[in-house]
């Protein structure tokens, strides 16, 4: 078993290069089950979690050119020809809960699809309703046998008004891939605006698909019968580059990503100004440096786009568990996340949960300790405080990580931490 091994207290100089956007992927590449065309799809991380919705997606009878070389290809071009399995079983579905991505398109593509119902996680129940509902409303059956959600359509979709009682970023991706064949008009109210829906979006059109309202509140979809062949390049991973420039803030020093853009990060820039840490924007990338070696707390919201996301929690509060006052931390999106403040707690943080809010107050040292990784976000919040924290600290179950890091060992490895993968 490996662990990840950190002595903290070596400020991060250097480059990291952000790699493509883990979520807006899986949508990306859940879309080529829409079609008979290939569809070239490049930048797509190198995770577990991408190589294991391609092996999903293999499945399902997609060729999927460079997965024996995944490690090693930018390029995967995936070609849903023929559709052999309609079936994500639970053993699959388990190890990943964005599986329930191939839903909408194998539903609107085949008229019939069973996919296991996800369950809850670690952060919180995570139902699915909105996506059922929604989809019914296009005109699918739906029941649920056995842990089983079996969708059927055989006359195909029919567009309809559809208005999320919530903002859904996994609802807002299926019922938009669906729509895109369903007949006629759809118009979905409330949808999320994440960036990784945009990108999605952007890439649907490029397959031919007729969308309005990317980036707002309400799209609206003309269904076509048919799409084409199309190529598409992931955009950068807001929550990698995030959780980077945390790192800077409570590690020090000054790290450049290249490949960051400001314009999806705004918001978030606005917090790491105001506790401490500067950015210059580049045409390439974007550099943090520290202001001081003081950080001011902050309070802050998790909201959907474009407010604090949720992703960038846990890593704000290993920050917040350093700055030279009192934050208050507000989880708005998922009712149970904050598994990691237990384990920052046992590193000397001095952190009071109630309900939904955390209340940390900065401590002036963080010392290492034996820490549990209990989910991916969790996790890197667990290595930045260890980056910063007096001694070793050593994490566990870092197979939560790798679900959304690429090479986040070598990548602070290069900007001089002291990190390893240890074998145990
Ligand atoms: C996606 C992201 C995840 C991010 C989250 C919120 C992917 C693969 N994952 O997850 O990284 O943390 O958005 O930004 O893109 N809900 C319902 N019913 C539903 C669907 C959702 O009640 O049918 C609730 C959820 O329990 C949660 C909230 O809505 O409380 C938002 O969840 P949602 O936006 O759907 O998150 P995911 O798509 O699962």
């Given at each position: 078993?490996?662990?990840?091994?950190?002595?903290?207290?070596?400020?991060?100089?250097?480059?990291?290069?952000?790699?493509?956007?883990?979520?807006?992927?899986?949508?990306?590449?859940?879309?080529?089950?829409?079609?008979?065309?290939?569809?070239?799809?490049?930048?797509?991380?190198?995770?577990?979690?991408?190589?294991?919705?391609?092996?999903?997606?293999?499945?399902f009878?997609?060729?999927?050119?460079?997965?024996?070389?995944?490690?090693?290809?930018?390029?995967?071009?995936?070609?849903?020809?023929?559709?052999?399995?309609?079936?994500?079983?639970?053993?699959?579905?388990?190890?990943?809960?964005?599986?329930?991505?191939?839903?909408?398109?194998?539903?609107?593509?085949?008229?019939?699809?069973?996919?296991?119902?996800?369950?809850?996680?670690?952060?919180?129940?995570?139902?699915?309703?909105?996506?059922?509902?929604?989809?019914?409303?296009?005109?699918?059956?739906?029941?649920?046998e056995?842990?089983?959600?079996?969708?059927?359509?055989?006359?195909?979709?029919?567009?309809?008004?559809?208005?999320?009682?919530?903002?859904?970023?996994?609802?807002?991706?299926?019922?938009?891939?669906?729509?895109?064949?369903?007949?006629g008009?759809?118009?979905?109210?409330?949808?999320?605006?994440?960036?990784?829906?945009?990108?999605?979006?952007?890439?649907?059109k490029?397959?031919?698909?007729?969308?309005?309202?990317?980036?707002?509140?309400?799209?609206?979809?003309?269904?076509?019968?048919?799409?084409?062949?199309?190529?598409?390049?992931?955009?950068?991973?807001?929550?990698?580059?995030?959780?980077?420039?945390?790192?800077?803030a409570?590690?020090?020093?000054?790290?450049?990503?290249?490949?960051?853009?400001k314009?999806?990060?705004?918001?978030?820039?606005?917090?790491?100004?105001?506790?401490?840490?500067?950015?210059?924007?580049?045409?390439?990338?974007i550099?943090?440096?520290?202001?001081?070696?003081?950080?001011?707390?902050?309070?802050?919201?998790?909201?959907?786009?474009?407010?604090?996301?949720?992703?960038?929690?846990?890593?704000?509060?290993?920050?917040?568990?350093?700055?030279?006052?009192?934050?208050?931390?507000?989880?708005?999106?998922f009712?149970?996340?904050?598994?990691?403040?237990?384990?920052?707690?046992r590193?000397?943080?001095?952190?009071?949960?109630?309900?939904?809010?955390?209340?940390?107050?900065?401590?002036?040292?963080?010392?290492?300790?034996?820490?549990?990784?209990?989910?991916?976000?969790?996790?890197?919040?667990?290595?930045l405080?260890?980056?910063?924290?007096?001694?070793?600290?050593?994490?566990?179950?870092?197979?939560?990580?790798?679900?959304?890091?690429?090479?986040?060992?070598?990548?602070?490895?290069i900007?001089?931490?002291?990190?390893?993968?240890?074998?145990?």
């Amino acid at each position: 078993m490996e662990k990840i091994s950190i002595k903290g207290g070596k400020p991060l100089f250097g480059q990291v290069k952000i790699s493509g956007s883990k979520n807006s992927s899986l949508a990306i590449l859940a879309s080529c089950l829409l079609t008979d065309k290939k569809i070239s799809i490049y930048g797509v991380p190198k995770l577990t979690d991408t190589f294991f919705f391609l092996e999903l997606l293999s499945s399902f009878g997609v060729k999927v050119e460079g997965l024996k070389n995944f490690k090693n290809v930018d390029k995967f071009v995936l070609s849903a020809k023929k559709i052999t399995n309609f079936n994500a079983p639970y053993n699959l579905v388990k190890k990943m809960r964005a599986s329930i991505l191939v839903l909408g398109p194998l539903l609107a593509r085949t008229g019939k699809a069973t996919v296991s119902l996800p369950g809850g996680c670690s952060i919180g129940l995570r139902p699915v309703d909105i996506h059922l509902k929604s989809l019914e409303k296009l005109g699918a059956r739906i029941s649920i046998e056995k842990g089983y959600i079996n969708a059927v359509a055989p006359k195909g979709l029919r567009g309809n008004k559809i208005i999320f009682p919530k903002v859904s970023v996994g609802a807002t991706v299926n019922v938009l891939m669906a729509s895109v064949l369903a007949k006629g008009t759809t118009e979905i109210y409330n949808v999320a605006k994440e960036p990784e829906i945009e990108d999605l979006g952007l890439c649907l059109k490029s397959m031919g698909a007729k969308i309005d309202g990317l980036g707002t509140s309400k799209i609206t979809v003309d269904g076509v019968s048919k799409l084409k062949e199309t190529s598409h390049r992931v955009m950068f991973d807001r929550i990698e580059a995030g959780t980077y420039a945390l790192a800077v803030a409570i590690a020090g020093g000054e790290i450049e990503l290249i490949g960051a853009k400001k314009k999806l990060l705004t918001f978030f820039l606005n917090i790491l100004e105001s506790i401490g840490v500067e950015y210059i924007v580049t045409d390439k990338s974007i550099i943090f440096k520290k202001r001081s070696n003081s950080l001011n707390p902050v309070d802050i919201i998790t909201e959907p786009y474009p407010g604090f996301p949720t992703d960038l929690q846990a890593q704000l509060m290993a920050v917040m568990s350093m700055s030279n006052g009192t934050s208050v931390i507000t989880e708005n999106i998922f009712e149970n996340r904050f598994m990691h403040a237990p384990e920052l707690i046992r590193m000397g943080a001095k952190i009071k949960l109630k309900g939904n809010l955390a209340i940390v107050e900065g401590v002036k040292k963080l010392k290492g300790a034996e820490v549990m990784a209990t989910d991916l976000r969790a996790s890197v919040s667990l290595v930045l405080a260890g980056l910063a924290a007096e001694g070793t600290t050593n994490i566990d179950r870092i197979y939560h990580i790798d679900r959304g890091y690429q090479d986040i060992v070598k990548k602070l490895q290069i900007c001089g931490a002291n990190i390893n993968r240890i074998e145990v």
